[in-house]
């Protein structure tokens, strides 16, 4: 079935120690977005890729970065987590950007930071 | 400011009651709305959209932009309605569109 596959599901790190968060789709959909959800919260937009051009949300931290080498993979890049970064990490695709589009979503990583 | 606002944290009916999840928004242009559900160890899933006009599981949800609300309803409920409902707002960014999500409503509905 095609889908969003992200991991790992569960990922431990060190405060301080940089991590990655992986997503991959094999929807063949041009849009990868990224947000994090924290407890009892909205999930909230980081990024997200439209083919190769990335668009950062304004209050996004410099301390999240992304990168995707293809259309299939899209990778969450933390330089230095922090005690506050500990959240649910959602990856989700749609097939194209317009207002009304579906978005998919994969069933998350949660980052827990020591 | 684009804004989306579930007042209810969590909802609990019983089988066969009628059930209104609420959502109010705040946006200046054309709305776009979602509710996207999530069941016990599922991952988030569109359930319909306003654009749509759908019946889907038995909810329907009608835009109201006198009263800036989109909220879902269902007749009847059933155990299976039980999960995180999420209230979605598709606004402009600079790059394009973005969801921007309620905190969501937790529906507990018991036998």
């Known amino acids: 079935d095609a889908m969003v596959i992200q991991n790992p599901r569960y990922q431990v790190t060190q405060f301080g120690k940089p991590v990655t968060l992986s997503c991959s789709q094999t929807?063949?959909?041009?849009?990868m977005y990224w947000y994090q959800q924290k407890s009892s919260q909205a999930p909230k937009l980081l990024f997200h890729?439209?083919?190769?051009?990335?668009?950062n949300e304004a209050d996004t931290p410099d301390n999240f970065q992304s990168r995707r080498p293809n259309t299939s993979f899209c990778f969450l890049d933390i330089r230095s987590p922090g005690l506050g970064d500990a959240a649910m990490y959602l990856c989700?695709?749609?097939?194209?950007?317009?207002?009304?589009?579906?978005?998919?979503f994969g069933p998350g990583t949660r980052l827990t930071v020591l | 400011a684009q804004r989306v606002t579930q007042p209810e944290k969590l909802l609990s009916v019983f089988k066969g009651a009628p059930v209104e999840l609420k959502c109010n928004y705040s946006?200046?242009?054309?709305?776009?709305l979602f509710w996207y559900v999530q069941y016990s160890r599922q991952r988030l899933q569109l359930l319909l959209r306003?654009?749509s006009r759908e019946s889907i599981k038995g909810f329907t949800a009608d835009l109201n932009k006198g009263e800036t609300s989109f909220h879902l309803k269902k007749p009847f409920a059933q155990e299976e309605d039980s999960a995180m409902y999420y209230c979605?707002?598709?606004?402009?960014?600079?790059?394009?569109?973005?969801?921007?999500f309620g905190k969501g409503t937790s529906l507990l509905v018991t036998p």
């Open positions: 989700a695709t749609s097939r194209a950007s317009g207002a009304h589009n579906e978005q998919f």
């Open positions: 929807l063949n959909h041009n849009v």
């Open positions: 890729y439209y083919d190769k051009d990335f668009n």
């Open positions: 946006y200046s242009g054309s709305p776009e």
């Open positions: 306003h654009i």
């Open positions: 979605a707002l598709s606004a402009t960014t600079n790059s394009g569109y973005a969801l921007n």
